[in-house]
């Protein structure tokens, strides 16, 4: 009969593991190559797809992106949701493209965007929905376009907002009212350069935070020459806004709106010479805004710098915890110059200190604010880390005294010899010898030390002869 061989049976468990382990490190690795599109270049928190040849979007992104550059494609929608998957995306960049619309939701899930670069494009109107949720958006590109509308709740809710780019569109209105300090209090610049605006709402204008008017770029624009234009970049350029001086020569408008006759309406003021400039304005030349940081017990002085310059230029400060400086304040100071001294600076002192430099001649105000934050315990903690220093030199040098001035007791020091006894080996036949006579030492023979040998009484034990 043939041998049989028994053998253990492979359990259910123990036959799968194998197949299931390949499963998944072949999954493992089809997502791996799924994370970065073929087309794309991924490193590090960085995707760029840029130069693709890109008609859509690639059906998987890398999930961990920061920056996703998508410029410079065939790209002409993007659908809902299209980088929901992308919650650590911070910076998109879709420059150079088709897109002429964005579906709603089309940045839904990446409430994390901060810088989107939609310029180049064909947009033609901005709708209300298109940012929806992107509050800490920070800067939007959407020059050269083909916008000819900005809806007015298109900026609504960005309130992290600090620069948009508008310009070399065709935008013939712009919703200035929906724009207000406790809407977009970080907005710093609207560049609404290079467009067909004629006419424009010169009091929603002037209501305009005033961080933002002083970045305003209203150049390039087909408008028509009227009085309330003119008071308003007066104003701009007496105050010497950037935004003003640095296109001086771009400023133009038309006269009766015919742009075959155009003046440079900042250097051409002749035509102007029967509008009635409004001088006064509660608008502040200058807002500058700085943080200091000092420690408590500290002397402190504020600048107040001012581009202002004239004889009746008078300075006055907001303190946080005072209000109006007054002279009779002991701790507090204020120089000619527009300086404060606080000279003893608490921690009660800390907040916001507001400068604002009048000249009555010519009606001008500027405003300088300062954030100072007072540092509590900081002398205290100097001092306790200077005392903390010199006690450890102190213990090093004691250190450095014990071991190089005191006694030495190693090993290697001289030590003074020790009184040695001579013992004299015993030679009956070399002299004469008594026991009751101890033998004479010889300082000029080498002898043996050894102890004296005691007997139980405590004598010395000496040779029978």
Known sequence: MPRVTSATPATPATSARGPARLLLMLGLLRASELTCPPMCLCISDTASCSSSGLAKLPLTLPSFSVTLDLSHNHLTWLASGSFSHMPRLENLRMGHNYLSSLRPGAFHNATGLRHLDLSS????????????????????????NKITQVEAG??????????????????????????????HPFLAMLDLSSNRLARLPWEEVKALPGLLQRGLYLHNNSMICDCSMYSVLWRWDAWGYDALRDFREQHVCSIAGDPRASIRLLQQPRYF????????????????????????????????????????????????????????????????????????????????????????????????????????????????????????????????????????????????????????????????YSASEPPKSQSSKHVAFMEPMTGDAGAEWTPES
Not at 124 to 139: A, C, D, M, N, T
Not at 168 to 181: A, D, G, K, M, V
Not at 377 to 386: I, L, P
Request: one cysteine or more; aromatic letters at 10%; proline letters at 7%.
């Open 154 to 183: 298109a900026l609504s809710g960005l309130s992290s907002l600090k620069k948009v780019y508008f310009s070399l569109n065709q935008i013939t209105h712009f919703p200035f009212f929906s724009i207000r300090e406790h809407s």
């Open 273 to 432: 010479n029967n509008c009635t400039v409004e001088r006064a304005s509660a608008q502040p030349v200058a807002v500058l805004l700085s943080n200091v940081h000092v420690s408590e017990g500290s002397r402190l002085l504020l600048d107040c710098p001012t581009p202002l310059s004239g004889a009746d230029l008078s300075f006055s400060w907001l303190s946080p915890r005072l209000g109006p400086v007054s002279a009779a304040e002991p701790l507090l100071h204020l120089f000619a110059n527009g300086t404060l001294e606080i000279r003893e600076a608490a921690v009660n002192d800390s907040g916001l200190y507001v400068c604002t430099a009048v000249d009555a001649g010519q009606s001008l105000n500027a405003t300088r604010e300062v954030n100072v934050t007072v540092v509590p315990g900081e002398a205290d903690s100097f001092s306790t880390g200077y005392t903390t220093l010199l006690g450890c030199l102190v213990t090093m040098l004691l250190i450095l005294m014990y071991l190089y001035l005191t006694p030495c007791r190693c090993g290697c020091c001289k030590q003074p010899k020790p009184p040695f006894i001579p013992i004299v080996t015993y030679d009956p036949g070399a002299f004469p």
């Open 121 to 144: 494009n064909r947009l033609k109107v901005v709708e209300p929905h298109y940012f929806q949720g992107l509050w800490r958006l920070e800067e939007l590109l959407l020059y050269n």
